[in-house]
């Protein structure tokens, strides 16, 4: 069966901001409220990181207030890394100080692309769902950025499950806030085809990975290889990246 590769990347960039040890959170939480920092400086590097790849899952992406000088770092992205395509689903505003989005970027058309809210203890969660070929083999993307909290995190990943459970070729990505192994993750591989990671890859904190709890996650049907841990800039997260080898019949469109 032909296949088509793609890349993928999965990043969450903090904004735009500086985070380079644990005493940054409190030395330097300004950055996050305040237009300040050279976060044009770190959105270019993202930039051009992203700009390698195909398909992008962006977390805690600014869509547009005060800390980021009121640019959607989004739609600033897309323009800077060559995407044609972007959306992004904003999901937990301070005010008009402070905004947070998940973001897609792609230089494939998608078919559709649909936000839905996560349920949680606290609202402002959510998953970027997108969609690239038509009828029951069309890839599905999604992107999201999960609770801290366990029970929290249960009930975004059973929401999530029932969205991509009949879908053969899916892909879910960002920050979970877990590891792959933990109990709340079982209700995924249970209810839809995604697949365990075969390799834990450390993405925090992002001076000193030990952690895996950024994901890319596939079902069965599509091979990756390459997964690799890349800087976004100076997020306390790395960014992960794979290639992915597509059945050619997951992105075929109506008139193809």
Same mark, same amino acid.
């Given at each position: 069966?032909?296949?088509?590769?793609? #890349?993928?990347? $999965?990043?969450?960039?903090?904004?735009?901001?500086?985070?380079?040890? %644990? $005493?940054? %959170?409190?030395?330097?939480?300004?950055?996050?409220?305040?237009?300040?920092?050279?976060?044009?400086?770190?959105?270019?590097?993202?930039?051009?990181?992203?700009?390698?790849?195909?398909?992008?899952?962006?977390?805690?992406?600014?869509?547009?207030? /005060?800390?980021?000088?009121?640019?959607?770092?989004?739609?600033?992205?897309?323009?800077?890394?060559?995407?044609?395509? /972007?959306?992004?689903?904003?999901?937990?505003?301070?005010?008009?100080?402070?905004?947070?989005?998940?973001?897609?970027? $792609? #230089?494939?058309?998608?078919?559709?692309?649909?936000?839905? $809210?996560?349920?949680?203890?606290?609202?402002?969660?959510?998953?970027?769902?997108?969609?690239?070929?038509?009828?029951?083999?069309?890839?599905?993307?999604?992107?999201?950025?999960?609770?801290?909290?366990?029970?929290?995190?249960?009930?975004?990943?059973?929401?999530?499950?029932?969205?991509?459970?009949?879908?053969?070729?899916?892909?879910?990505?960002?920050?979970?806030?877990?590891?792959?192994?933990?109990?709340?993750?079982?209700?995924?591989?249970?209810?839809?085809?995604?697949?365990?990671?075969?390799?834990?890859?450390?993405?925090?904190?992002? /001076? #000193?990975?030990?952690?895996?709890?950024?994901?890319?996650?596939?079902?069965?049907?599509?091979?990756?290889?390459?997964?690799?841990?890349?800087?976004?800039?100076?997020?306390?997260?790395?960014?992960?990246?794979?290639?992915?080898?597509?059945?050619?019949?997951?992105?075929?469109?109506?008139?193809?």
């Amino acid at each position: 069966m032909p296949h088509q590769s793609l #890349k993928l990347l $999965s990043a969450n960039i903090q904004a735009g901001s500086s985070t380079r040890r %644990y $005493s940054d %959170y409190a030395m330097r939480s300004w950055s996050h409220v305040l237009p300040a920092g050279n976060k044009r400086g770190a959105l270019d590097a993202i930039a051009e990181l992203a700009g390698s790849h195909d398909i992008v899952g962006l977390q805690e992406s600014d869509p547009g207030s /005060w800390r980021s000088g009121f640019t959607n770092q989004t739609h600033y992205l897309a323009e800077r890394g060559g995407f044609d395509y /972007w959306s992004h689903q904003p999901n937990r505003r301070v005010g008009n100080v402070a905004s947070s989005a998940n973001g897609l970027l $792609s #230089k494939l058309e998608p078919l559709e692309v649909v936000d839905h $809210s996560l349920p949680g203890r606290i609202s402002g969660r959510g998953v970027l769902l997108a969609r690239f070929g038509e009828g029951d083999e069309g890839l599905a993307i999604a992107v999201a950025h999960l609770s801290l909290g366990a029970q929290s995190r249960l009930a975004q990943l059973s929401f999530i499950a029932e969205l991509l459970s009949d879908y053969p070729h899916a892909v879910l990505m960002g920050d979970f806030n877990c590891t792959s192994d933990r109990p709340e993750m079982d209700v995924l591989y249970k209810h839809t085809r995604l697949q365990p990671p075969t390799c834990a890859v450390h993405t925090f904190p992002s /001076w #000193k990975p030990q952690r895996a709890i950024d994901h890319i996650l596939v079902t069965g049907d599509l091979g990756c290889r390459a997964m690799r841990a890349l800087p976004a800039a100076a997020s306390d997260h790395l960014a992960l990246s794979l290639e992915l080898d597509v059945p050619e019949q997951a992105l075929r469109r109506g008139n193809a």
